[in-house]
């Protein structure tokens, strides 16, 4: 079977499919030609791959909530797909913002930073460069993000490394309600880290990333930028129990959920905004909060109860295998498409 997957745009939020399909196809499962149409599309600045595959057109919409930098351009994108699937799915919002068109949408699920050895996203460079790319965890595969949890310590770590956004860039400047999201995001994360070093003084790993809009906001709690590489994240994160999540802009589900289901991490999250397919529950696969303290809570109840802790991430782990391996996420689509590999 052939597949043609086209790329729509320049965002990161596509590695994750691109990996999926060209996983499968080094499986043999399927013939894999990828069209590169990054340059001249008029949707560059959003976040979506196309896959044509029998006849049938199969859309991937991978951006942060229901926010498009040019509307006009993605609705003509919908008309012509057979089928979507949309990372963040609210079916109340679909028929809102798409009308007729939301029959054809469908949950995607949890997005991350993935990719497979010759992937077109890595960009080219020299032998060197990608060396570093690599040793910084700029380019990550997916075994670079697997693990599974087997025993809880007997005292447990937590981890939330997370970001600022910085209110000053060009696309926030004109947009008042982004400028509010963003600013209710960071008072949120910047308390969190404040409230969780306090409270678990041994046990938590974590803080802010290094940013000149960050040294302006919270000197105290900036980590060095060698302790924010990626590979050195990873390799914290698969060493910690317990793993924080916190909503991303737009209401989006934070890439983080994603990989810390591929470690098999218990995770304490605020509360989805977004449907996921498959059973993915809260009080099963994660623990929810709205405040700070509410998070405070939550961990100490998981700490109270270390099997939980263990369950939990082993039930992450079993779903990130079904429902979120790159491979499995594309194979799902495909299957929901009527397509069998």
Known sequence: MKVTVRLLSGADHLSQILTGFQMLSRENKLTLDILDCRKDSPVYQEAFLEAQVNGIRI????????????PETVFPLYHSADIVFKRSFSSVKNSEVFGAFSEKIHPLGFNY??????????????????????IKGMTCYVSDYEAKMTHVSARPRILFITRLWDPAEPVVQTDLEL???????????MLLVRKLRAAFPEQFIGGIQDSPFAQTQCPDLILSEHSTWKRIYLHRMKHSEICIASTGLHQSSGWKIAEYLAAGRAIVSEPLCYEVPGPFQAGENYLTYTSADGCIEQIRTLLAHPEQILQMGQRNRAYYDTWLRPDQIVTKALEQAKILL
């Open 113 to 134: 930073h993935v990719f497979c050895p010759g992937s077109p996203l890595i960009g080219t460079t020299s032998k060197i460069g990608f060396l570093k790319k690599r």
């Open 179 to 189: 400028v509010r999201q963003w600013g209710e995001i960071n008072e949120m994360r």
């Open 59 to 70: 859309l991937f919409d991978l951006m942060d909530g229901y926010w498009y930098n040019r």
